[in-house]
């Protein structure tokens, strides 16, 4: 089955700098990769998701770039806010049909300081 | 973005009672729902997964008699934490799917137990 690598775990920024999480996928079959922000007591939100039959996608100051070769994806947060501190949760599954569910890694907790 | 709205946000009750926590889908309709456990600082851990009208699929090692699954509309699943043990104290996430396409999966905001 899937299995999710997430790094780092804990990640501090100041404000201002760019953050960047890292996440490994092990099956090749997968090919959906959302990312979640989760504050402390909520449910996780969807920031920003993306499909292998594309290499980056970008939303203002939020990017994702995916190496089906190596499988691995990344999320890149510029400019960053003492608002984006919270933790980040990447996940893979494979698109379509009812084959599996979505495989987290073990989150990222980011920490921006003003 | 879609909205998934779980009730209630949190719960106290004693040992032995049961629980039932409610997740909606707002603005779309989810043929598939999911329920998650969190327990502190971990990840999401899949519970089960209910597709409407039908019995729900529990992941191993998840008793199916203690959390009562029911996917009963296109917009509503509940779960119910049968005889609730300390041990259960947890946060419940529930998610749904949008049934017209897509994989996009929304979380509710979780509902809080804590079992005395």
């Known amino acids: 089955g899937e299995n999710v690598e997430q790094h780092p775990s804990t990640l501090s920024v100041q404000e201002g700098d760019s953050a960047v999480i890292k996440c490994t996928y092990s099956d090749s079959a997968s090919n959906y990769f959302p990312w979640y922000k989760q504050e402390l007591g909520k449910g996780p939100q969807l920031i920003i998701d993306?499909?292998?039959?594309?290499g980056e996608k970008k939303d203002q100051r939020i990017a994702v770039t995916l190496n089906k070769t190596a499988k691995h994806f990344s999320l890149h947060i510029t400019e960053t806010q003492p608002e984006d501190s919270a933790v980040y949760f990447c996940a893979a599954r494979r698109y379509g049909g009812s084959q599996g569910n979505l495989i987290f890694g073990k989150g990222t907790k980011l920490s921006v300081k003003p | 973005g879609a909205v998934v709205s779980q009730h209630p946000s949190r719960v106290i009750c004693k040992s032995g009672t049961s629980v039932k926590i409610e997740c909606r889908s707002l603005d779309f309709q989810a043929t598939t729902m999911f329920w998650y456990r969190q327990f502190p600082k971990k990840s999401l851990m899949l519970m089960a997964t209910s597709n409407e009208g039908s019995k729900a699929t529990y992941e191993q090692g998840v008793e199916k008699d203690k959390f009562l699954i029911n996917h009963a509309s296109l917009t509503l699943s509940t779960l119910t934490v049968t005889s609730a043990h300390p041990e259960d104290s947890s946060f419940y996430i529930c998610?749904?799917?949008?049934?017209?396409?897509?994989?996009?999966?929304?979380f509710g905001p979780g509902t809080r137990l804590l079992v005395l």
């Open positions: 998610s749904a799917r949008i049934s017209t396409g897509g994989e996009t999966q929304y």
């Open positions: 993306i499909r292998s039959n594309v």
